[in-house]
């Protein structure tokens, strides 16, 4: 079986026939819909037109009604706030039977936002800020009655998985500062993603999304328990191995679909990992990073330091992936990973993902990044003390307290300042 089959299966294990995947599938999109009703209203931006064209016409075949007869604009860059409000404002206004996003992960988590403050709006709260944080939308459902406007997610971008998971990123744009609604209620009821669509993607597209899905499956891995060790890892290894094989053939040769097939799937399979497990300090970190950084691109920046950190609790998890980036010729053939331990393995392998990182093209470093500034690192600590972020200092393989911040995380931070990794000190 080679790694693109083992991830199809991986993938066919988790959704089953609930999830509409691979290439060329885009054309079923009509027949999706019209299981959820006749109104359907189609949230996107303009950067897919030719889709959103196309999907008109494949509902309307299958007998659906656009509402409006225009596609309602999607999400700017990380899902300001005031486009999930836009947003919902349609959704009130127009009542459609089910909601089509189609897009990357911005626009895909604003309309769960959205969808929230519109089904669940009236009996609880219309503020978004009370969403926030962890299983909130399933309590309000269960002491309201209420349900959620059903909603079809057309992935376009293979990067965060967000037409899979229970996860909407919301960015204030005032602080700059990212928020999460985390919570199984807000997961798609169903999705779709051609692989083939993801041709289009920019180059900086396409490495932050093989970023993003290489930091959602090494910090599940990372944090793994006992009891789904086995499943993450299997996750980890197919993932990081379709993308550290096909991302750079996918930049170099945008229309190739074997290399995006693979990324799709690779991606596809972040989404599975944080639905088995938690993403922790890189994503933390990148929740501060939003108006400097892509997000993919910061948890890549951030996740070798993290990991000089976490050695003590990670030994298992650092030879397995090392493993793989050596297969990849991105640690020395010369170094022994297995006769290495503690902080040295570590730092190997640490090594070995910079190494990745640059040959697509990313940065390493927080200051190689244009607009980066020593605010940032007060800003990164602060921002980690919020109780609404509690979830991912706990999900650290070596877990953290608000208290824990100024002296355990602190210098995480500065080493990726500079890439000196000599002042981290070992998690407890």
């Keep these: 079986m080679t790694t693109l089959e083992k991830g199809y ?14 290439l060329g599938v885009f054309e079923r999109l009509g027949e999706l819909t019209a299981k959820y009703g006749k109104r359907v209203m189609i949230v996107s931006t303009p950067t897919y037109k030719a889709l959103t064209d196309r999907a008109m016409e494949l509902i309307a075949a299958a ?7 225009a596609v309602v ?39 769960k936002a959205a ?24 309590k309000a459902l269960q002491e309201t009655g209420c349900k959620l406007i059903p909603h079809i997610a057309v992935e376009t971008a293979s990067s965060s998985g967000s037409h899979l998971t229970k996860y909407s990123n919301v ?18 009821e169903a999705a779709l993603f051609d692989y083939r669509a993801t041709v289009s993607m920019p180059k900086s597209v396409t490495i932050d999304g093989a970023l993003d899905g290489m930091a959602h499956t090494l910090e ?8 789904y060790y086995d499943k993450a890892q299997t996750i980890c290894e197919t993932a990081l191995e379709l993308i550290i094989a096909n991302a750079k053939k996918a930049l170099e040769d945008p229309a190739d679909e074997e290399a995006r097939e693979a990324l799709g799937v690779a991606t596809d399979l972040g989404g599975y990992a944080i639905m088995v497990g938690g993403t922790s300090g890189g994503h933390l970190t990148s929740f501060s990073l939003v108006d400097v950084a892509a997000h993919g691109t910061a948890c890549g920046i951030m996740n070798p330091y993290y990991a000089v950190f976490y050695a003590p609790a990670i030994q298992p998890q650092l030879l397995s992936i090392g493993s793989v980036l050596k297969k990849y010729g991105f640690v020395a053939g010369n170094v022994a990973l297995e006769e290495l331990s503690g902080r040295d393995r570590a730092i190997a392998v640490s090594e070995g993902l910079m190494s990745f990182s640059r040959s697509i093209g990313a940065p390493a470093t927080l200051a190689e990044l244009p607009e980066f500034d020593a605010s940032y690192v007060d800003k990164i600590l602060t921002a980690a003390k919020n109780p609404q972020l509690k979830m991912k200092l706990q999900n650290m393989p070596v877990p953290m307290t608000a208290g824990d911040v100024d002296t355990c995380m602190a210098p995480v931070i500065r080493a990726a300042v500079t890439g000196d990794m000599s002042g981290i000190p070992a998690g407890k």
Excluded: C, H
């Design 9 to 22: 299966e991986l993938l066919r294990d988790w959704k089953g026939d609930g999830y509409i995947y691979g």
């Design 63 to 69: 007998g659906g009604e656009v509402v409006p007869a």
């Design 73 to 111: 604009p999607g999400a700017r860059p990380n899902a300001p706030r005031e486009d999930v409000y836009r947003i919902e404002t349609y959704m009130l206004q127009y009542a459609p039977d089910v909601v089509v996003s189609i897009g990357g992960g911005s626009t895909i988590d604003a309309v």
């Design 115 to 138: 969808i929230v403050l519109a089904s669940l709006g009236k009996a609880a709260t219309p503020e978004l800020e009370p969403w926030f944080g962890t299983g909130v939308v399933t």
């Design 171 to 188: 960015t204030d744009p005032v602080s700059g500062q990212k928020l999460l609604i985390v919570d199984p209620a807000i997961v798609p």
């Design 220 to 227: 599940v891995f990372w944090g793994a328990k006992p009891e």
